[in-house]
């Protein structure tokens, strides 16, 4: 049974247990990863625990028995030595300049130096770093614990400046390959963040890292799973149930649907967002918690800078090299992937291929609402509210009302966002659709140019053809010729087939017939 202190935000693991706030227990695990090797890489999305998990390594090693009573880790642990960690979190700068970087870096070797001593011929970040590696384990008898803590926010913040890029990658290589250098003073290493650009260049000399993020023994060491939300979260559940008027029965699929799904691993078990799950219980109701903390528009950039086709991201494939390299110019999915809108669905073991999609609906929904004001003359506010008049004018039977809304989300659309016109019609459509299918139902199909798409109502079928640069009577005609129409033809609700045709010269729907 939950005791009602939910630690929402809260990431220092000592405090929280001082406070007696919920924790679920990930120390089993924990002493599996300290038992079983010396050096670590972790990628999780933000907000999934990385730095409450840091926080947890740091407390175990400093020997804190007395913050894991009651956890695996009490039993399993029978010497409780105190080790010198040097947690270096790179969470809490702005990296817009090359001397933002050297301003944090220098503030920890700062610190470290102050309790362990310095070297006068010690003059750069990676020879003070390793100078304090090696004096205080020289002064404690004990080897060094290094924690890194979002170790890729400097070169995230700068994915579009490559000149800045560039000098953030030249200062970190050689700070990071010291835990390579000082290895015989390092007891244990970890360093966590959301993506893993730079693990070619930026740990290029660091190649004795164990990257757990698609381990299979280690999926759950962030986030929640199934058993662990009805374990510790089962008074909560009913409690949730009756707030929302729900049965047990559908609030359990209510929280499944909205923020399990993350596949960290191919055929793993799913994992719940943590972030959202607490706000849920400490709300008593659901909402898009994870998201509303923020998606970062250099995302958005990413995708139309390659042309994008958005439809490809709910079944797109791509290889566990792709998920795991850093960020190429030629593919923005690894970014995507790593930093949680996009997780595995399915994994074809004969060609290593994985199928990738959204984990859940808070995480579509949410990136599909996001994406909008990119890709049309809607803003952010008032995407909910057409969303809402579009849905209520399909459910109404009113086509050329719908149609009309439709051609105004392309008005005034930047030319330089649309130099590929097929690509931005089916963009604009793939989130309007999107959109509207969590209240009516929606097949979408798109080959070589059309795209053919069903929309359902209880009262009413649309079938709808779309064209570029043809007519729309052509479109019509296909729908006839392949018979788009005939699986609904003996329902008993009434049948729309439309042929619209996109004009290139407006860059808009040009016309649309109704039948």
């Not at 390594?57 to 020997?63: P, R, S, T, V």
């Not at 009651?70 to 700068?93: C, S, T, V, Y």
């Not at 310095?118 to 100078?131: C, K, Q, T, Y």
Request: charged share 25%; proline share 3%; glycine share 6%.
């Amino acid at each position: 049974m939950s005791n009602g202190l939910y630690p929402i935000g809260i990431q220092n693991f000592e405090s929280l247990r001082k406070d007696g706030y919920l924790y679920v227990d990930k120390t089993r695990l924990i002493y599996r990863l300290v038992k079983s090797g010396r050096y670590y890489f972790l990628s999780r999305p933000r907000r999934f625990g990385k730095s409450l998990l840091i926080s947890t390594i740091e407390a175990y090693f400093q020997g804190k028995r007395e913050v894991f009573h009651g956890l695996a880790m009490e039993e399993l642990e029978k010497e409780w030595l105190q080790h010198p960690i040097l947690h270096l979190d790179l969470n809490i700068e702005k990296y817009d300049s090359v001397e933002s970087l050297g301003n944090i870096l220098n503030d920890n070797l700062t610190r470290w130096e102050n309790l362990y001593g310095r070297e006068a011929s010690e003059v750069s970040f990676s020879l003070r770093f390793a100078g304090v590696i090696r004096r205080a384990h020289e002064r404690t008898g004990q080897r060094v614990v290094i924690l890194v803590d979002e170790y890729d926010k400097p070169m995230l913040q700068a994915i579009n400046n490559e000149g800045l890029q560039r000098e953030f990658r030249n200062t970190l290589k050689p700070f990071y390959g010291v835990l390579k250098t000082m290895d015989g003073d390092i007891k244990f290493a970890l360093l966590t963040g959301v993506t893993k650009f730079g693990k070619v260049s930026v740990f290029s000399d660091l190649n004795n890292l164990n990257d757990i993020s698609m381990d299979n023994q280690y999926v759950a060491i962030c986030g929640m799973t199934g058993e662990e939300i009805h374990r510790y979260f089962e008074a909560d559940l009913h409690e949730l149930a009756s707030a929302q008027n729900m049965t047990y029965e559908e609030v359990c699929a209510r929280l499944k649907e909205s923020y399990d799904g993350y596949h960290f691993v191919e055929n793993s078990e799913g994992i719940y967002n943590p972030f959202s799950v607490l706000n849920t219980f400490y709300k008593m109701k659901f909402g898009s918690y994870w998201f509303e903390t923020g998606t970062p528009t250099y995302l958005v950039e990413l995708l139309q800078k390659n042309h994008y086709n958005l439809e490809q991201m709910s079944r797109e494939e791509t290889s566990a090299e792709v998920l795991n390299s850093i960020y190429a110019d030629e593919s923005p999915i690894p970014v995507i992937y790593q930093s949680g809108y996009l997780t595995i669905k399915d994994y074809d073991p004969r060609f290593e291929n994985y199928v990738l999609g959204f984990p859940n609906r808070e995480v579509e929904e949410g990136f599909v609402k996001f994406l909008m004001p990119f890709y049309t003359r809607v803003n952010k506010v008032e995407t909910p509210f057409e969303i809402q008049q579009f849905t209520r004018e399909i459910e109404t039977g009113k086509p050329d009302a719908f149609l009309c809304r439709l051609q105004s989300f392309f008005a005034d659309t930047p030319y330089e966002i649309i130099r590929n016109l097929e690509v931005h019609y089916q963009n604009v459509l793939f989130i309007v659709f999107r959109l509207v299918g969590f209240y009516v139902k929606v097949e979408y199909h798109t080959s070589e140019g059309r795209v053919d798409l069903v929309l359902q109502t209880d009262r009413y079928i649309y079938v709808m053809e779309f064209k570029l640069d043809g007519t729309a009577a052509e479109a019509l005609r296909q729908i006839e010729e392949k018979h788009y129409a005939r699986p609904f033809e003996a329902d008993s609700r009434q049948l729309f087939r439309i042929g619209i045709n996109f004009d290139n010269k407006t860059r808009n729907i040009g016309e649309w017939i109704v039948e």
